[in-house]
């Protein structure tokens, strides 16, 4: 995986999604519960609302200049119910709102040393950005994420709303929400779309920032 920014590379498997703000967390719950079409541009449920908890590790080999960091990388451990998941993201590039970057995913486990998980593309990038230096964790976060799959012809967006708890020494030390929507399949034009749809609704806005970058103020503003 090279470092820095730029278009993602063609052949790797990417992330392409949109990331907005959310003020008015009922409205939002509101519109998944009950999609409107004509509110998001076309856009129809393609299947039943469901709740995932999850809890979020981000790592480094340091907490405000490390090797991820350098590199533009960003690296995640993942727990949802008993499976834990290795997420190895690299900075993108943003067109209408939508932004499309480098996303590896692999198995892992609860240990921060990716010598015990289990082989993947996201380990071996991983390791190769941190160059093996231990890792350790720089932020974590909790989400209780309510999402549905929306459909428009072919184009198909997860969308979710997610409740934001950072986490630091076991305590809560800030919460936010966020909307996104992610493609799952089909046309990144119409996900633009739908993004340009969502910020005209009220209660909906800009994105505030990463949620890694959310995590970490968090702690700092203790």
């Known amino acids: 995986m090279s470092a820095g920014g730029g278009a993602p590379p063609a052949g790797e498997p990417k992330e392409i999604e949109v990331k907005l703000a959310v003020a008015r967390p009922r409205t939002v719950r509101r519109l998944l519960l009950s999609p409107d079409p004509a509110r998001l541009a076309g856009f129809a449920a393609a299947g039943p ?121 076991g305590r809560v030390v800030g919460r936010r929400y966020e909307l996104e929507a992610e493609l799952v399949n089909g046309d990144e034009t119409a996900l633009a779309e739908l993004g340009e749809a969502l910020l005209r609704i009220d209660g909906i806005g800009p994105p505030l920032g990463s949620k890694m970058r959310f995590a970490i103020d968090s702690a700092i503003a203790l």
């Open 49 to 169: 609302e469901h709740i995932v908890q999850l809890t979020d590790r981000y790592l480094d080999t340091d907490p405000v200049a490390g090797r991820l960091f350098l590199k533009s990388v960003r690296a995640r451990l993942r727990r949802e119910g008993l499976a834990t998941t290795v997420t190895v993201k690299r900075s993108g590039v943003e067109a209408r709102g939508v932004t499309t970057r480098v996303e590896l995913e692999g198995p892992a486990t609860r240990s921060l040393d990716p010598g015990r998980w289990p082989p993947s593309a996201a380990r071996a990038a991983l390791l190769e950005a941190s160059a093996s230096e231990p890792l350790r964790v720089i932020a974590q976060l909790r989400q209780r994420r309510l999402t549905r799959l929306l459909a428009r012809g072919v184009t198909v967006v997860e969308l979710s709303l997610d409740a934001l708890q950072a986490v630091d020494r």
